[in-house]
């Protein structure tokens, strides 16, 4: 079945006016109003009605762009939520949901209210997320519907909390005075709890999804609805049983008895509206309406022109039947019309008929539906005088009787009737029952006439001729002023139910949705009260944080290189003495083994004496150690000053003994077999290795002689490491430089001509020359023995001595290209690591700062928009509701 939606492209039929010539022939107001009284009193309806037409059409329009805007916003601004509204079990006091526990709510006065009512308000994509709300709504007709949300006052005494039952006694409103109507969202899946159980499981973003196709469709129903109140034409649908005169009595109302076929058997297969031929430029044709498409008579491929000569070969198509698509019949009215002028267009309203199939079981559904479309304006229900009403009859005035509240009964074929009054009384009791109100108007909605006889020009059976003509022109009359009246309820009633309806699923949307918008914005306004003044200290305190972190790793480092610095120097003091550098476990100074075992002796000092430097150096890396677990825990200590309370604070602990640890000096300690840790000087050869001047320092001992002489004969004075241990003993210098110019394999040349001079000048004075002889023998005999004597306390500073000239020049690392100090290399080794270690200290906190700056920057900047969008819907949504109330009042101003 296929509704009728002309498009009005046709600028060319009007409304008929109370001034058409045709007017005064008409008398739709009683037969005692002259033609003047009811051409102004018409003139009234018509005025009365324009005015109600223009305002719904205006409210239709104003509907139209609020729906289009919500539709908007719901698509680029907010996803509308759809609220979901809860009532509380009767059987117990009112209960609130709060968190896992149900709490009573207090007697509240707004409760008992009128038209304000505790509900529940979940939103269907966060079902869980409950909020106590007070509906505010109203049914009336100087308000219309009505219905917008408030958040329910708190409790005012705090009530014991009771436990939750297994089942919260809440029950789903389905009320339709407060749930949604034309904008619910129905998935047509079955029971509405089964479809709202599904409908909770959807995303937000989907449910919005779903509401976009609700309100595109109803922004299509308000442009048909639009278009169908501006329709000048009204359109009267003439049902009934099988063969009750239906045809006939279309023919008979079109003047024209040749025009829909008639038999004595039924005929009529599919629903065919005959229209005045005016609409299609005069001519008389046939739309047959495709399937499925929107009827445009100005869009031929909405149906197919068929001959008029072929109209009984389709309206009596076996093949077609009641859910067919309907024939749309063009049709001149009658050459008689100017004296009695036919229904189509009679100069008032123009009228189309629609002739349906007669009623069986199968069709009594079909013309049932078609019937409550609203573009059908009148029904005529024709029954046969004899049959009186079958049971299909009753089905469909019970089923049609709920939309249509008036039924016009055309009680056919009262010319048969012998018994007239009974006949008249039984058919009116069984309207009583079927269709009270129909029952209470009787006088203009139940006709008994004889169609045939206006169809026709025929009388049959034995009735009353005269009577029954004058009993067809009333039914005309009745049906052009019920028309003509009731216009304004059957055209504008529908568009005016559903605009109202409508406007309250907007305000109920809108409303919800402010709650929504006014819930984000506080959650976003405490967030950024929460947010921002941490951020704001964060960034304030920036500069301090970094300019401490640099501090911190400066100055631990600077610690580090200095004590590093000043341990190894006394090391190697210690050291240059022949002492050992630190005393260490397990490590002592040799014991003297004799002249024999010199070489030996001067080895294990040499050894020891590294071994010591070696432990002196672990020190101080430990030293390092703690000075950087300090500095460390410093560092931690500013990250607790600067970051906020809820960052999450590292969780790495310091292990100081994986500090200088990757030193390829190692292997080479490992194969060397050397027990101490450290740089492993001890396993270096280079340095482990004695020499000759270990045991016997020739030229030191030169040298010492030589700062014995008088400063002038010495010109390598400064050269001296240390101030002369044996000033004293000049003799033995002498004797001393003598061996050691004898000796010459590890002297200086230098050493040796200085050494010549001295004897040489000593030599060539006669008196010394005397006794110069057993004077040399008994000093070198002495010196020789005193050097003996002193080796073991001798080897040990020689060596001592020695390692200190090699450590001052060099690193003594073994692959160490730069000559760099030893004491430099040592300072500089421990504090790079320390910086490396408090770097990376400072580095990880700096990135933690970095990022809790930024986490917290993302959340004052979406706070910040969230607070933007919500205060801009909540403005939104209130425009919203006072547009509803704008609308709601023109809307409501419409009295049908
Ligand atoms: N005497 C008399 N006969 C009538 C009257 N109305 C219709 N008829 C006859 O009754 C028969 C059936 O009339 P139709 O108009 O075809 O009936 P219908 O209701 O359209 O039949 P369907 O094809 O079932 O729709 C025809 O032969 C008509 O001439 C009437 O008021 N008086």
């Given at each position: 079945m296929q509704p009728f939606h002309p498009q009005l492209h046709s600028p060319s039929i009007r409304p008929a006016t109370p001034d058409s010539p045709s007017f005064e022939k008409e008398s739709h107001f009683g037969p005692d109003l002259s033609a003047r009284q009811a051409r102004e009193l018409a003139q009234g309806?018509?005025?009365?009605?324009?005015?109600?037409?223009?305002?719904?059409?205006?409210?239709?329009?104003?509907?139209?762009?609020?729906?289009?805007?919500?539709?908007?916003?719901?698509?680029?601004?907010?996803?509308?939520?759809?609220?979901?509204?809860?009532?509380?079990?009767?059987?117990?006091?009112?209960?609130?949901?709060?968190?896992?526990?149900?709490?009573?709510?207090?007697?509240?006065?707004?409760?008992?209210?009128?038209?304000?009512?505790?509900?529940?308000?979940?939103?269907?994509?966060?079902?869980?997320?409950?909020?106590?709300?007070?509906?505010?709504?109203?049914?009336?007709?100087?308000?219309?519907?009505?219905?917008?949300?408030?958040?329910?006052?708190?409790?005012?005494?705090?009530?014991?909390?009771?436990?939750?039952?297994?089942?919260p006694p809440l029950v789903d409103v389905e009320n339709d005075e407060e749930d949604f109507s034309i904008l619910r969202l129905d998935l047509n899946l079955g029971a509405t709890r089964q479809a709202q159980t599904l409908i909770n499981q959807l995303e937000k973003a989907s449910i919005s999804a779903l509401l976009d196709t609700r309100l595109a469709a109803a922004l299509d129903h308000l442009q048909l609805l639009q278009k169908r109140v501006n329709d000048p034409q009204s359109r009267v649908l003439i049902t009934g049983d099988l063969n009750a005169g239906k045809s006939t009595l279309v023919n008979a109302l079109l003047r024209r008895n040749e025009v829909m076929p008639t038999d004595q058997q039924p005929l009529t297969t599919r629903f065919v509206e005959v229209v005045s031929a005016r609409e299609n430029?005069?001519?008389?044709?046939?739309?047959?309406?495709?399937?499925?498409?929107?009827?445009?008579?100005?869009?031929?491929?909405?149906?197919?022109?068929?001959?008029?000569?072929?109209?009984e070969e389709l309206?009596?198509?076996?093949?077609?039947?009641?859910?067919?698509?309907?024939?749309?019949?063009?049709?001149?009215?009658?050459?008689?019309?100017?004296?009695?002028?036919?229904i189509l267009h009679n100069g008032v309203i123009d009228i189309s008929l629609i002739d349906a199939p007669g009623l069986n079981r199968d069709s009594v559904k079909t013309t049932a539906n078609f019937a409550r479309q609203e573009e059908i304006d009148v029904v005529v229900f024709v029954v046969s005088a004899a049959n009186h009403f079958t049971l299909s009859a009753k089905e469909f005035i019970w089923q049609a009787g709920h939309e249509k509240a008036h039924l016009f009964i055309v009680v056919n074929r009262f010319d048969q009737i012998r018994d007239k009054e009974r006949c008249r009384r039984l058919v009116l009791e069984q309207i009583k029952q079927l269709s009270p109100s129909t029952f209470e108007d009787a006088a203009d909605l139940v006709h008994f006439v004889d169609s045939a006889k206006v169809a026709f020009g025929c009388t049959g059976g034995n009735g009353d001729a005269e009577e029954l003509d004058h009993a067809f022109?009333?039914?005309?009359?009745?049906?052009?002023?019920?028309?003509?009246?009731?216009?304004?309820?059957?055209?504008?009633?529908?568009?005016?139910?559903?605009?109202?309806?409508?406007?309250?699923?907007?305000?109920?949307?809108?409303?919800?949705?402010?709650?929504?918008?006014?819930?984000?914005?506080?959650?976003?306004?405490?967030?950024?009260?929460?947010?921002?003044?941490?951020?704001?200290?964060?960034?304030?305190?920036?500069?301090?944080?970094?300019?401490?972190?640099?501090?911190?790793?400066?100055?631990?480092t600077e610690q580090a290189i200095s004590r590093t610095r000043k341990g190894m120097q006394r090391a190697l003091e210690r050291v240059s003495k022949g002492e050992m550098a630190a005393p260490a476990p397990g490590l002592e100074m040799p014991s003297y083994p004799g002249l024999l075992g010199v070489w030996d002796y001067a080895k294990e000092v040499r050894r020891v004496l590294l071994a010591s430097l070696d432990f002196a150096t672990t020190l101080s890396e430990n030293d390092a150690r703690r000075l950087t677990t300090e500095g460390v825990n410093r560092v931690a200590e500013l990250g607790d000053t600067h970051l906020p309370k809820d960052v999450e604070r590292s969780k790495r602990v310091f292990n100081s003994n994986a500090m200088f640890s990757a030193r390829p000096v190692n292997r080479s300690r490992r194969q060397s077999g050397v027990g101490f840790i450290g740089l492993g000087l001890a396993a270096q050869t280079s340095l482990a290795e004695p020499d000759f001047m270990d045991i016997l320092d020739l030229?030191?001992?030169?040298?010492?002689?030589?700062?014995?002489?008088?400063?002038?004969?010495?010109?390598?004075?400064?050269?001296v490491p240390f101030a002369a241990e044996m000033s004293g003993l000049g003799a033995f210098s002498l004797g001393v430089g003598a061996l050691s110019m004898v000796s010459g394999k590890s002297v200086g040349l230098r050493s040796v001509l200085e050494g010549a001079i001295h004897v040489t000048e000593l030599a060539s004075?006669?008196?010394?020359?005397?006794?110069?002889?057993?004077?040399?023998?008994?000093?070198?005999?002495?010196?020789?023995?005193?050097?003996?004597?002193?080796?073991?306390?001798?080897?040990?500073?020689?060596?001592?001595?020695?390692?200190?000239?090699?450590?001052?020049?060099?690193?003594?690392?073994?692959?160490?290209?730069?000559?760099?100090?030893?004491?430099?290399?040592?300072?500089?080794?421990?504090?790079?690591?320390?910086?490396?270690?408090?770097?990376?200290?400072?580095?990880?906190l700096r990135e933690r700062f970095k990022n809790a700056v930024d986490a917290r920057g993302e959340v004052v900047r979406e706070s910040e928009e969230t607070e933007k969008r919500a205060v801009k819907a909540l403005a939104w949504f209130t425009e919203v509701e006072k547009r509803v109330e704008v609308i709601r009042q023109e809307v409501a101003e419409v009295k049908v």
């Open positions: 309806v018509v005025r009365e009605y324009e005015v109600k037409r223009d305002k719904l059409d205006n409210a239709i329009k104003s509907s139209e762009y609020l729906v289009a805007d919500v539709r908007n916003f719901n698509a680029n601004q907010w996803a509308i939520r759809y609220p979901h509204l809860r009532t509380v079990d009767e059987a117990g006091p009112p209960l609130r949901m709060l968190s896992s526990t149900i709490i009573p709510i207090p007697s509240d006065p707004t409760a008992h209210r009128p038209g304000m009512a505790r509900r529940t308000l979940t939103f269907a994509d966060e079902p869980a997320e409950v909020t106590d709300v007070v509906l505010n709504s109203s049914s009336t007709v100087r308000q219309g519907l009505k219905r917008s949300l408030t958040v329910a006052p708190p409790p005012s005494t705090s009530p014991a909390t009771i436990s939750a039952p297994n089942n430029g005069d001519k008389e044709e046939i739309h047959m309406l495709a399937a499925n498409v929107k009827y445009d008579p100005a869009n031929e491929s909405t149906y197919s022109v068929e001959d008029i000569n072929r109209l309206v009596t198509d076996l093949d077609a039947d009641a859910s067919s698509p309907p024939l749309r019949v063009f049709l001149k009215e009658a050459d008689s019309q100017i004296t009695n002028p036919s022109e009333h039914l005309e009359h009745s049906l052009r002023s019920f028309v003509l009246v009731n216009r304004a309820k059957s055209k504008l009633g529908p568009a005016q139910n559903y605009v109202t309806h409508l406007l309250a699923d907007v305000e109920l949307l809108a409303s919800a949705n402010s709650l929504v918008a006014q819930k984000e914005r506080e959650a976003a306004k405490a967030e950024l009260e929460r947010t921002r003044p941490i951020l704001e200290k964060m960034q304030k305190g920036k500069d301090g944080f970094e300019e401490s972190l640099v501090a911190e790793e400066e100055t631990t030229s030191h001992h030169l040298f010492v002689a030589r700062a014995a002489l008088p400063s002038s004969m010495s010109s390598s004075h400064e050269l004075n006669p008196a010394v020359r005397k006794w110069i002889g057993p004077v040399l023998g008994v000093v070198t005999l002495g010196a020789v023995g005193w050097v003996i004597l002193e080796l073991p306390r001798s080897i040990p500073r020689n060596v001592g001595r020695h390692l200190q000239t090699t450590l001052t020049i060099s690193s003594g690392v073994m692959d160490d290209s730069v000559n760099v100090p030893f004491v430099e290399a040592q300072a500089a080794r421990v504090g790079k690591e320390v910086r490396k270690v408090m770097r990376l200290a400072a580095w990880e």
